[in-house]
């Protein structure tokens, strides 16, 4: 987003495919001047609902929001591939791949990490007859093969909840379904069931809720007499590591591993090693009652690695041959910034291969990550032995964006979307509140000293609290609620907090 309101965005139905549900609820979807308002008889279940609402959602919402006479539809170009930038004091140059450039002050980059697939390197893809899909381009896809007969058998590549929902999907177009899951990596993940309790209509709601924030650790919050007998007591967190066991146990008994009637072979290998309060490998959630029978009756799975495509199958390690006319791909995104230059990546903060960090730097800001890292055992102890967890090759630096949002040596220019938690839409309004406010000079940073060190603190805490993911310093799953208040609280607002 350019401040001459030239908006570069995307937003489309093209990922959009049956059996595609939101993974919030009703209550929990939507911004705070705009409700999500379903249809009279929609079919919802505990409060959550098909995906294809939430993009009906955002187009109203572009359409309705109309400021000096002009819709932000009307300040939308689609189609404009960025292909660089060039910044220098305070005016910047954006190079559209048509040709095109746009001249502004403030940049606020939102392209989020959900744009470039990352997609295997498969060797004899090239002999392969069928279609290689990633799950980007399932919604398009999918309608194809689903109608193409001659394309009876569908393997679908990952261990995710969006292999797992195009494997239903797959399953419901009447396709023979194989599922492969490598062996090494994260593995199957932890499916919690979508059922709340009390007043709370689903597991999302619980989960943004202050009470069950409480007992994850958080780098956000500060502390205060409950967490101080939650995390920093030998007994609380003893207490505590129970209720989080207690929520892995949960997913397993929803999929009933060992004693469902008809499972055909292999189902059982879906049960998953992720410990949920350290998030070791995927978490999704179930929206469907007849999920895992589906899966267990009709879906061949296998735990192994890919070594070569063939014509018409897939061969595996163990010389097992998968019949495949077709391979969808749950295998993720790669977080990047194609439009930016090594140099820029570096100026600004952002991840950096680590041989492009300059020495003076890299020893800086390794003196800073050690000592934040010794701080964050001292205020929450439980962090220094995590469990047995995949770990990811790590080629570069962690994040250096103050609230993983604004560069520490750049002023103009702006991250969104760069911090991963649970819940879009609260992050991407607390995340534009704090940026609008910060762009009005309504928001300052503290001195650049205690910046870098309250950088450097995320990060080691996000390495910490989720070893698998943490280790660029912007993942916090479960610091919805801290991290968001963080954004209000730093441009003083109070009114959504009530007591505590």
Known sequence: MAENNQDIVVIGAARLYNDFWSQSGLRMAGFSDQAIELPPGTKTYHDIFEAKYVTKYLEDYVNNHIYEAKSLRERILFG????SLQKSNDACQIFGSDGRTFSATRIVVATGHTSRPAMPVLSGRQDFLGPVIHQKDFGRASTEVFADSARL???ILGGGKSAADMVYASVKAGKKVAWIIRQEGEGPAAFSAAAGKGPYRNGPEIAATRMMSALSPSCFTEPNWLSSLIHGTTRGRRMFAQIWMGADEACRKEADF?????DRPGFASLRSSTQIFWCTGPIGMIQRTDFWDTIAKNVSVFRDDIVEMRQRSILLKDRSEVPADALFCGTGWD???????????VRLGLPHAVEDDPSYLSRKWDKLLQAADRQVIARFPQLAEPPAYFQRPQNTTTTRLFNCIAPLSEKGILFLGDVHLSNAFRTAEAQAIWATAYLDANCVLPSLEQAEKEVAYMAAFSNRRYPSHGRKGNYFHMDLVGCTDKFLRDVGLVSHRKQW
């Open 153 to 155: 058998n569908v393997a």
């Open 258 to 262: 060992e004693k469902r009637d008809g």
């Open 80 to 83: 404009v591939k960025v292909v």
């Open 335 to 345: 977080p990047h910034y194609p439009f930016l230059s090594k140099d820029q990546l």
